[in-house]
């Protein structure tokens, strides 16, 4: 049982402190979003989505999945204890990502009237998206700083960077946006890239990388490997940031831009919740899974504990999103987006499924199983396309929201028969209680807030909220123990004792 507490210790202390850098991330970004709403309106936040989705789907295909794969590798190379296999990889990691950055920053500024002319059925802002483009180059540089202190397992660094640069960038692009209202739009996009990039700089030239020599050739050589899980990476994330555009332009076509607007406030704060048990996920327990891979007894275990820790830290914040959907709205951003309440009870729905099925999905990329990864996620955003299309016909907005979580319904029972298949991988009990008791408690929140009147609905939602919080923090205690140094901490809170124990 100790060293069971000892591993649960292990994932809620990197959970703790990316969840941390989440924290501040989500503060700033409550502060930047209200401003953005104000000085922009739903039609500059549908601009800013719009623009976003475009180049970040040609960022994706460009930067050829290198950061996921290499993250991969670099922790590889590191437990192998080989100094010059480390110096090799990062070397090929860093020139690669510097040529398929440059490329794909070309390729938007060569087929910008192109993007223009499909994301807003118009060739007008064609130098806007051409600007934008020089983003990728930027983000792919960052990404390839980034899989190294993620694969040398520099969590605390990792943290740090994306606060910093989300914090400065936010400030920067809050006062182009007072300054030149939507104009303003594209200054900030690019200008937030570059500060972000630079973060990542700051904190990659910490680390010490042995030094080789190594040709070009030799170098694309070495990014055999690399590219070919990168590859399934790629189209990952390729099919992702094409189902979001494509949810973009089927909105403003079936639509107008302002429902884009409004898509696109409710899924940003309904990703608020859990990112920082999702980010964790990336950030220790994939290197942590992929060092186990050979061991299918570890992996399972391993899978089941973060499974656990995500649902007791992420219910509760999705339990009051559900239940305050209107009052954050209204707080977030303004009464023009008031249409966004039931959308954002949806997609935080659907992101109880993704903290679900997240700890299953890297059990493919941690044996490596590139086909089969690529398959499975080729399957469900053609799924979820279908589900957006159909959703938008029938339901209007909302629609997009229920694709979305039906969308993770069934991602979840697809991970669990795959990983089945690849470790015999089950729920344990803990997690199959864990659901029993908190799904009735999301499911009755939910309807809920659909089905009463606005005051009602908070206040039952408020109950079930502040019950199911208190069932999670003591389910944190039992399963970290009491010698965890959270507890001598909140101990020192009157009652927080009797309530744990």
Known sequence: MAEENKSFSRIFKSSSIVGGAEAINMLIG???????????????????????????????????????????????????????????????????????????????????????????????????????????????????????????????????????????GSIISVCLYWWLGQKGIVPAIVIMGFIELLASWWFARKVEVPKVKMSWRESFLEAGGMIKLGLAFMWSGALTM?????????????????????????????????????????????????????????????????????????????LGTVAFAPLVIYIFYTPEFSQAIDLLRWFALGCLGRVISWPLGFVILAKGAGKLFAFTETFANSLHLAMIWFGLLFFGINGTGMAFFFLYLFYSLLMLVVTYKLIGFSWSRGVRKLLFVLLPIVALTFLSGILLPQIPGILVGLVLTIVTSVCC???????????????????????MKYILT
């Open 30 to 168: 409550i502060i930047r979003v209200k401003f953005v709403a104000v000085l922009i309106g739903p039609v500059g936040v549908g601009l800013v989505g719009t623009y976003r989705s475009a180049v970040a789907f040609i960022g994706t295909i460009a930067g050829m999945g290198l950061q996921s794969s290499a993250v991969r590798d670099v922790a590889k190379a590191v437990s192998g204890g080989h100094q010059e296999h480390v110096g090799r990889t990062v070397l090929t990691l860093q020139r690669m990502c510097w040529l398929t950055g440059g490329l794909g920053s070309l390729g938007v500024l060569l087929f910008s009237h192109q993007i223009s002319q499909l994301a807003f059925s118009s060739p007008k802002y064609s130098v806007e998206v051409a600007w934008v483009g020089l983003t990728i180059l930027f983000a792919n540089v960052k990404g390839g700083q980034m899989a190294l202190i993620q694969g040398m397992r520099r969590i605390a660094d990792l943290a740090k960077l994306n606060v910093i640069g989300i914090a400065s």
């Open 242 to 318: 094409g189902v979001a555009f494509a949810a973009k332009a089927l909105i403003s076509y079936e639509i107008d831009l302002v429902a884009v607007g409004i898509f696109s406030a409710a899924f940003s704060l309904s990703g608020m919740v859990v990112n920082f048990v999702l980010r964790a996920m990336g950030a220790d327990y994939f290197p942590s899974l992929t060092a186990v891979k050979d061991d299918h007894t570890k992996m399972r275990d391993l899978v089941n504990q973060q499974t656990e820790i995500g649902l007791l830290l992420s219910v509760p914040g999705i």
């Open 473 to 495: 923090l003591r389910g944190l205690y039992q399963r970290l123990g009491a010698d965890n140094k959270l507890w001598r901490v909140a101990f020192k809170v009157p009652g």
